[in-house]
Each structure stands twice: as structure tokens, then as C-alpha cells.
């Protein structure tokens, strides 16, 4: 079924250069340094009214390029856009939402970092007539107008699967031993991440998983390689959820020369989840076989699209497949939960055969936006 949405096409985000790129910009689910203050505010736009964001921070560069690219979107709209950063503070959050309020902005969007602890704010506003959006991670309690999220879950499958594949293209079957260097399991998006990938390695007895925690670090997930190599020499492969710990990882790789040449037997196979400039550049190299990605550019376009053509104008968003060839997956399903119309954007990998595909996140940002990594 489609539901006659639009295509909106990503060229519109061109014009003009990064709005941020003075902060400096790190990688997603990466270093603890930040860029922008907590509950720091900005406006810019038109005069259409008030498109409002309550952001977990900006320390990551998936978050920022979110940010940018609600801001971009609101903007083309005839939007005056304002976002506050959180740290990663829930209850700075809680607070953030509650001073955009003030403004009585025509929709309010969140990234959530507590997925219950929202659900009040987001029903005042509601109450109140304002439409509500959820980027990236999706509420456990409470309703809003749309949701637009990742499958966490399915992205761990896929990175175990390619591993899978590596492995028997190697040995001829699967077999090995595979590092598995986790996130924090605070996150929900981390602990969907490793559930997924340990589920699928788990269907494989001649695989040896070693899961090893990192909380999210890049130097934590160095040191957890470094030992890992130490003790099993024969390490085949390694996973890391998400691009900062792949960086720690990459950085013991290339100290023990074990990566580069992903036909020689000292070539430990790497995978990753998020799909930044960074990673892409890896692929181009040799070093990461393959990165499973989301997109913090379409989370940003559709969510505020969605709000702008339908719940502003006192309409439900209609659930249905929203396409769109502007982007590498073309096409997600929007269908009706109990948090409201949610779209899950289908995660895909990129590798050394479509790595250059100008539709990737990360080569949109970098070529028309100017943001560098």
C-alpha cells in the first residue's frame, strides 16, 4: 500500500553551509566531549512559527547531523527552528522540553534519553494541540503524532551475518573466534544491538564469541582489543555497535598489523553499526568489511515533514510505505502502534561495493552540507 507521500528530495538540504561547523564535531555514540552547552538554545528561520527540539546532545556526530538536519528541514518549511542539548542528562531533558514549551512552538521533536520518562511532557503538549515527533529513539510510554526509528536489533543480525559470511568465505565454513566489543547496556539501542548480533553467532558451534564490554568508549574499546589479540592470537573477527568504539578497535588493528588486506589470514574482519564519514573512509581502505547503516538525515527530513503536512494541520499521519528514491533504502512502512504512527527505517550495509553511493548519510553531509569529520 502506498500512501501518496511525497518524494521529497534531499538536494532541498543543499544550500548554504554547515550552521555548527565552527563546534567541534566527533564521531556518533563516540567521545564524551561535547559541542554546545547544556540547555543552550538557537533560532533561525522564518516566520511560519516555531519548530522545537529537545536533543540528548551534541557530542556525537550522528546527534549533530540530526540536529542539522531537523534544523535544515524546519527552515525550508518557513520554520524558525530552536534546540536545546541535553548532555545526556534525562532530567536536564525533562526540563529542556518544558522551557521550548514557552514558546509554543508548532511541534515539538525529542530524541529521548529516558523513553518513559517523557510521556508527561509529551502529553501536556499534545493536550495543548502541539504535535509531537520522536527521532532515533522510540517512546515505551506515552503517544506521540509520528515516530521514526532504527531496528537496533535487525542491525545486529546483519552485522553477525556478514561475519558469518566472512567466516565461511575464509574457512568454508563458519568458524572462529569473534570479538564482540559491546556498549553500555544502559542504552537500549546498544543492548538491542548486541542481543542481535550474539543471537545469530549463538546458531554457530564452530563460532567463539568473546563478549567483552566497553561502556561506549573509544579508549575502553582499544584496551579491550589490545587484550583480546593478547590472548587469542588467532582472532578472526570483531564487531563494535557503534563507530567510536570501532575507532579503538581499528586503532589496535593497525598497531598489530592485522587488518588492510582482507584476503591475508592476519586480516581480523570488522564490522560496525552507524555508517559515519569516518567508517565509509575505513571501507575505502580495507579496514572495515562492512558498516550496517542508519540515517540521523532522513530521522530529521521525514519526522518533520510528517508533523509539518499532517498532525500541524490537525491530521493523523497515515500509515502505509513512505518512498522516497532520494534515499539509499527508498522505502519504510509507516504503521500504527501504541506510541503513535512509527516508520522503521530498514537498516542496509555498506561495503566496498556501494561505498561511493552518493545517497549514503555520511557522503550527503560531507559533499552538500560541507561537515567534516
Given at each position: 500500500m502506498t500512501t501518496g507521500h511525497r518524494n521529497v528530495s534531499r538536494r532541498a538540504f543543499s544550500f548554504g553551509l554547515l550552521g555548527v561547523s565552527a563546534m567541534p564535531i566527533l564521531a556518533a555514540c563516540g567521545s564524551g566531549a561535547q559541542a554546545g552547552a547544556s540547555g543552550a538554545s538557537s533560532a533561525s528561520g522564518g516566520g511560519g512559527g516555531v519548530a522545537a527540539f529537545a536533543n540528548k546532545g551534541m557530542?556525537?556526530?550522528?546527534?549533530?547531523?540530526?540536529?542539522?538536519?531537523?534544523?535544515?528541514?524546519?527552515?525550508?518549511?518557513?520554520?524558525?527552528?530552536?534546540?536545546?542539548?541535553?548532555?545526556?542528562?534525562?532530567?536536564?531533558?525533562?526540563?529542556?522540553?518544558?522551557?521550548?514549551?514557552?514558546?509554543?512552538?508548532?511541534?515539538?521533536?525529542?530524541?529521548?534519553?529516558?523513553?518513559?520518562?517523557?510521556?508527561?511532557?509529551?502529553?501536556?503538549?499534545?493536550?495543548?494541540?502541539?504535535?509531537?515527533?520522536?527521532?532515533?529513539?522510540?517512546?515505551t510510554q506515552g503517544e506521540a503524532d509520528f515516530t521514526i526509528a532504527f531496528d537496533n536489533y535487525r542491525a545486529g543480525e546483519m552485522a553477525a551475518e556478514r561475519t558469518v559470511e566472512l567466516l565461511t568465505e575464509r574457512y568454508g565454513e563458519p568458524k572462529g573466534k569473534v570479538l564482540n566489543a559491546y556498549g553500555a547496556l544502559t542504552s537500549s539501542a546498544w543492548r538491542a544491538r548486541k542481543e542481535g548480533f550474539e543471537a545469530v553467532l549463538g546458531k554457530h558451534d564452530g563460532i567463539t564469541l568473546l563478549s567483552r564490554p566497553t561502556e561506549g568508549d573509544e579508549a575502553n574499546a582499544r584496551s579491550v582489543a589490545g587484550a583480546t589479540l593478547s590472548e587469542h592470537a588467532d582472532l578472526d573477527a570483531a564487531h563494535a555497535p557503534s563507530d567510536a568504539i570501532t575507532r579503538g578497535i581499528v586503532t589496535t588493528l593497525q598497531a598489530e598489523k592485522r587488518t588492510g588486506d582482507p584476503t591475508a589470514d592476519t586480516h581480523v574482519f570488522l564490522t560496525s553499526i552507524d555508517g559515519e564519514p569516518q567508517s565509509l573512509g575505513w571501507i575505502r581502505d580495507g579496514i572495515l568489511d562492512a558498516a550496517v547503516s542508519q540515517d540521523p538525515v532522513a530521522y530529521g527530513n521525514i519526522c518533520v515533514e510528517m508533523l509539518f503536512e499532517h498532525s500541524a494541520k490537525g491530521n493523523a499521519v497515515p500509515t502505509g510505505t513512505y518512498e522516497n528514491a532520494d534515499y539509499y533504502w527508498e522505502s519504510a512502512p509507516i504503521e500504527q502502534t501504541e506510541q503513535g504512527p512509527s516508520c522503521v527505517i530498514p537498516p542496509y550495509y555498506i561495503d566496498a561495493d556501494n561505498v561511493e553511493d552518493p545517497r549514503h548519510w555520511a557522503n550527503y553531509v560531507e559533499t552538500k552540507w560541507g561537515m567534516k569529520q
Open positions: 557530542n556525537y556526530f550522528f546527534f549533530v547531523t540530526q540536529n542539522e538536519a531537523i534544523k535544515r528541514k524546519s527552515e525550508e518549511l518557513g520554520l524558525s527552528f530552536q534546540t536545546t542539548n541535553a548532555n545526556h542528562d534525562s532530567n536536564q531533558q525533562f526540563n529542556d522540553w518544558n522551557s521550548l514549551l514557552v514558546s509554543s512552538p508548532v511541534m515539538m521533536i525529542a530524541d529521548p534519553i529516558d523513553s518513559e520518562g517523557l510521556a508527561s511532557v509529551v502529553k501536556q503538549s499534545k493536550d495543548r494541540g502541539i504535535p509531537v515527533g520522536i527521532v532515533d529513539t522510540p517512546l
